[in-house]
C-alpha cells in the first residue's frame, strides 16, 4: 500500500472519530474542547497555505481570525443576519483582508514579513478595541448559538456544523493545494525566480494564498463567535498567533493531519500545562520514549552519541524537574519557550514529518540511483513532438539593439546587438564574466537594460514582466539550476504546463469536467517531455534528489513545457556525464528542427559548435566576434580572448 492510501485511511479513521465522538464522550467541557481543535485546524489548513506552501512567514493570522469573528459577530448583533449570511459575509471580508495583508508580502520577505503582519494583527486588535461603536470595544460581544429553521442550535448539533465546515474545508484546501494553483504557491517558495520565468507571476500567486489562507481564517473566526458566544478584543493577541504558528511547525507543514495535530496540541497544552501531575506523567512518558529511541539509535549505529545526548539530557532533565516543582504554573512560559526550541531543533518536520521518517525507512537516495542507472537521456520517437513552430516571415525572431546592463560603474553588457533568426541554434560564448547570463536575464525580463531594446517576434518586450515575457513565448534554464526542490519531477514539469490550465478556483473546488480534462492532457503532455529528456523512471522523485546532470534535464522539459518560440540555455552540459553530450546535442538539435528557435550558452566548444548556426562571442559585455562556427573559431579576437583570460577554450 502505498503512502497516499495510508494517509486517507488514517484520515477517515479520524473523522470517524470525530463524527461519534460526542456520543462516546458526553461531557460538555470535552465537546467544546474537540470544537476548538477543529475550528483551530481550519485556520491552520490556511495558514499552511501561506507559511508551508508559499514559505512565508505570517504572524496576522489571528488578526484575520479576529476580523473573522467581529464580523459574524457585528453582523447579528447590528443587523441580526443569520447564520447562513453572517459565515459568508465574514469569510469575504476577511479574504479582503488577507489581499491587503498579501501587500507587504509582495515587498519584503523573512523577519521584515514577520515584523509587519505581526504590526497588522496588532492594528486590527486596536482597531476592535477602538470601534466602540461597532464592536462595543473591551466590553465584547454576545452572540448566541445558530437558530437553523427556528431551531435554536445544541451544543452538540453545534458541534456537527463545525465538523461539517471542516471536512468541507478540508476538501477544498485538498483540491486547491493537489491543483496548478496550489503547484504554482509551492514553485514561488522553492524559486520566485523560475516561477515566474514559468509564466507565472508570483505577485499573483501570493495575493490568491494570502487571501484563500484569509478566507479560512474568516471561516474559522465566524465559527468560533458561535462556539463562544461571546468574543472580545483580548483573544486575538500576540499570544494566539504564535500558538498558530507553533501548531503548524509542530504538526508538520505541508499536511493537513499535522494541523489537525498541530490543533489538537496548541488547544490542550495550556490545560496540560496547568496540572502538574498530569505534566509529570507526560514528561516522564517522553523522557522513556527518546531515551528507548537513543538508546535503538546508538546499537544500530544510525546516530552518533553526540546527536543523541541533547534530547536525551533535555527530556530527562525536565522530566526531574517536573518532579522537583510544587506547581507549574510560574513556569508555564518557560516550558512553553523550551517545546519550541525542542520542536525547531528535533522535529522540523513536525509530529506528522517524523512518523512518515519512522515509516519509510526505504532509503531513497538508493532508489533514485537505481532509476537514473536505467535512464539514458536518448531522445526516443515517441516521446513529446511539439506542434511545429511556423515563421511569421519576419527575419528575425529577436533582435537586441544596443543593449546596455549597468551595475553601477560596470557594463556587463555594453551596447551588444543581436540577432537571432528563426529555428536556428545561436551559441553565445565567451570568457567567465562576459554578459552571458545577464544577456540572458535582459531577454527574460528579470533584469530591465539601462538601455537599449529587446524586440520579440516584432514587437518591443523591453519593461515587460518576466511571466508576461515567458508567456509570449520565451523559455529558459539557469546556470544555477533553479527547480521547485520540494516537488516532484513530474510537478516541476507541470508548473512549466500551467499557461495550458484555464479552469479557476471554483472549477478547482468543484473538481468540474473542464478541470480534469485540463489536467489529463497537461499529465499526458508532460509524460512525453519527461521522455524526451530521459527522465520517465524519475518522474515521481523530488528535484532536490536529483543527480545534478538529470536536474538540467528536468529545467529543459519544464521550459519546454512552455511551448516556447524560443528556448534559452545557459550551459546545459555543465554537470552532464560526457557520455551525455551527444544526447544532449541531439536533443537541442530535435527541438530546432520542431521550429523552436534556441540560444546556447555552452563551455564546451565541441557542443557549442556541432550544433549552432551561428555563434556570437561576448567579452567584458561587448561582442568581438560572430558568424559560422568555423569562423568564429578562427577568429584573432576570439582567441584573443580566450587566451587572454586564461580561462582557455574548453
Ligand atoms: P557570464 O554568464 O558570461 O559568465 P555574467 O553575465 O553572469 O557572466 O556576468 C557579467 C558581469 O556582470 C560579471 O562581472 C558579474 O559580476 C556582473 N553581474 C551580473 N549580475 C550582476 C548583478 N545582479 N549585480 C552586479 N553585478 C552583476
Ligand atoms: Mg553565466
Not at 463562544?228 to 498567533?241: G, K
Not at 516532484?488 to 504546463?497: F, S
Not at 540555455?569 to 546535442?585: F, I, K, R, V
Amino acid at each position: 500500500m502505498n503512502m497516499k492510501n495510508k494517509s486517507w485511511i488514517v484520515i477517515i479513521t479520524l473523522l470517524a472519530a470525530l463524527a461519534i465522538f460526542p456520543t462516546i464522550v458526553p461531557n460538555p467541557y470535552y465537546i467544546h474542547l474537540v470544537e476548538t481543535i477543529l475550528i483551530y485546524a481550519i485556520l491552520l489548513f490556511g495558514l499552511d497555505i501561506v507559511v508551508g506552501y508559499t514559505g512565508q512567514v505570517s504572524l496576522g493570522h489571528a488578526g484575520l481570525f479576529g476580523v473573522g469573528s467581529y464580523t459574524a459577530g457585528v453582523l447579528f448583533v447590528k443587523l441580526g443576519l443569520p447564520f447562513f449570511a453572517a459565515v459568508p459575509a465574514a469569510i469575504a471580508v476577511t479574504a479582503c483582508f488577507g489581499a491587503v495583508l498579501a501587500l507587504p508580502a509582495l515587498r519584503v520577505t523573512g523577519p521584515y514579513l514577520a515584523m509587519v503582519t505581526l504590526a497588522f494583527g496588532t492594528i486590527i486588535r486596536i482597531l476592535i478595541n477602538e470601534m466602540t461603536f461597532l464592536t462595543e470595544g473591551p466590553i465584547g460581544i454576545k452572540v448566541p448559538k445558530p437558530i437553523f429553521f427556528g431551531h435554536k442550535l445544541t451544543e452538540v448539533e453545534y458541534y456537527y456544523v463545525v465538523l461539517v465546515c471542516m471536512v468541507l474545508a478540508l476538501i477544498v484546501v485538498h483540491r486547491v493545494l493537489k491543483s496548478h494553483l496550489g503547484r504554482a504557491f509551492e514553485a514561488l517558495r522553492d524559486s520566485p525566480v523560475a516561477c515566474d520565468c514559468m509564466g507565472v507571476s508570483v505577485y499573483r500567486y501570493k495575493v490568491y494564498a494570502f487571501v484563500v489562507s484569509a478566507a479560512l481564517a474568516g471561516l474559522a473566526g465566524s465559527l468560533y463567535t458561535y462556539s463562544e458566544e461571546y468574543i472580545s478584543p483580548d483573544t486575538y493577541n500576540f499570544e494566539l498567533t504564535i500558538l498558530f504558528l507553533l501548531a503548524v511547525i509542530m504538526g508538520g507543514r505541508k499536511t493537513r493531519s499535522g494541523a489537525l495535530i498541530g490543533a489538537a496540541i496548541v488547544v490542550m497544552l495550556p490545560s496540560l500545562l496547568s496540572d502538574i501531575e498530569l505534566f509529570r506523567k507526560i514528561a516522564t512518558v517522553l523522557a522513556s520514549g527518546v531515551v528507548a529511541m537513543a538508546v535503538y539509535n546508538l546499537k544500530k549505529q544510525v546516530k552518533a552519541v553526540r546527536e543523541v545526548a541533547i534530547p536525551v539530557v533535555a527530556t530527562v532533565g525536565m522530566a526531574a524537574f517536573s518532579f522537583w516543582l510544587e506547581s507549574i504554573t510560574d513556569w508555564r512560559l518557560t516550558i512553553f519557550g523550551l517545546m519550541i526550541l525542542f520542536v525547531v531543533y528535533y522535529l522540523q518536520d513536525g509530529v506528522v514529518g517524523f512518523v512518515r521518517e519512522l515509516f519509510a525507512r526505504v532509503s531513497k537516495q538508493s532508489a533514485i540511483k537505481a532509476a537514473s542507472a536505467k535512464t539514458t537521456p536518448v531522445v526516443t520517437s515517441k516521446a513529446w513532438t511539439p506542434a511545429y513552430v511556423a515563421s511569421n516571415g519576419s527575419a528575425n525572431l529577436l533582435e537586441v539593439k544596443q543593449a546596455l546592463m549597468q551595475f553601477g560603474g560596470l557594463k556587463a553588457l555594453n551596447l551588444v546587438d543581436l540577432n537571432v533568426a528563426h529555428a536556428s541554434v545561436h551559441g553565445l560564448i565567451g570568457p567567465n564574466g562576459s554578459g552571458k547570463s545577464t544577456m540572458m536575464n535582459v531577454l527574460t525580463g528579470i533584469y530591465q537594460p539601462t538601455a537599449g531594446t529587446v524586440s520579440f517576434n516584432g514587437k518591443v518586450i523591453t519593461g515587460q514582466t518576466p511571466s508576461t515575457i515567458a508567456l509570449s513565448g520565451i523559455a529558459r534554464t539557469f546556470q544555477n539550476v533553479q527547480l521547485f526542490g520540494e516537488m516532484t519531477a513530474t510537478d516541476n514539469v507541470l508548473v512549466g504546463l500551467h499557461h495550458t490550465y484555464k479552469s479557476n478556483i471554483l472549477d478547482v473546488i468543484f473538481n468540474t469536467p473542464r478541470c480534469k480534462r485540463e489536467d489529463a492532457a497537461a499529465r499526458a503532455e508532460c509524460a512525453s517531455l519527461l521522455a524526451f529528456v530521459g527522465l520517465s523512471e524519475l518522474a515521481e522523485h523530488e528535484a532536490r534528489n536529483l543527480p545534478y546532470g538529470k536536474q538540467r534535464l528536468l529545467e529543459i522539459a519544464r521550459a519546454l513545457g512552455l511551448r516556447p518560440q524560443l528556448l534559452l540555455l545557459d550551459e546545459p552540459a555543465a554537470g552532464l556525464p560526457p557520455a551525455d553530450l551527444p544526447d544532449l546535442m541531439a536533443m537541442v538539435k530535435k527541438i530546432r528542427d520542431h521550429g523552436i528557435t534556441v540560444i546556447l550558452i555552452e563551455h564546451h566548444m565541441d557542443v557549442v559548435m556541432g550544433v549552432s548556426d551561428t555563434v556570437s562571442v561576448l567579452d567584458f559585455g561587448q561582442k568581438i566576434a560572430e558568424g559560422k562556427p568555423a569562423d568564429v573559431q578562427r577568429h584573432p579576437a576570439v582567441i584573443e580572448a580566450y587566451l587572454g583570460s586564461g580561462s582557455g577554450a574548453h
